[in-house]
């Protein structure tokens, strides 16, 4: 499949076994939500969470142990962001690619990647609303510059 803004494609890699508990693992599942809640109180965004526990701690999926995925126990926990990890990295994107824009006004390459970027922000935004992920009230353009 291509890419969304590019005519380059994909590349195809490794599946993960799903479904699978590895016998490696020796943490139990209440020390894995610990470890997951403690990383979430510090800071640390799901997706770098669930590279510190493959590389940390040797857990590879956290729905293998769990049964569930990483943001349904931030969910059950009461930990989880109220705009998705996604949509806020775009958000941080388009925020410092306008800024240079507006110091920078001749530079069309930033202009057209600011209005890719807006473009996959809109997208997002609509996906998130009809799955119910954001409320229909959301607005975008309360949390760009």
Do not use: C, F
């Not at 040797?58 to 926990?77: D, H, Q, R, Y």
């Not at 507006?102 to 997002?124: T, V």
């Not at 998130?128 to 949390?143: A, F, I, M």
């Amino acid at each position: 499949m291509a890419r969304m803004h590019t005519r380059k494609r994909g590349r195809s890699g490794s599946k993960k076994v799903y479904g699978v508990q590895p016998s490696w693992i020796q943490y139990s599942k209440d020390e894995v939500i610990n470890t997951i809640v403690n990383l979430k109180k510090s800071g640390v965004p799901p997706s770098v969470i669930g590279i510190k526990l493959r590389d940390q701690y040797g857990i590879p999926t956290v729905k293998a142990v769990l049964g569930m995925k990483l943001g349904k126990v931030l969910s059950e926990k009461g930990l989880k962001d109220d705009v998705p990890e996604d949509l806020g990295n775009l958000i941080k994107r388009y925020n410092n690619v306008a800024k240079h824009v507006e110091l920078n006004p001749k530079d069309q390459a930033n202009k057209r990647g600011r209005d890719l970027i807006m473009a996959k922000m809109l997208r997002l935004v609509k996906y998130y609303k009809r799955t119910g992920v954001l409320d229909e009230k959301w607005n975008l353009s309360k949390v760009l510059r």
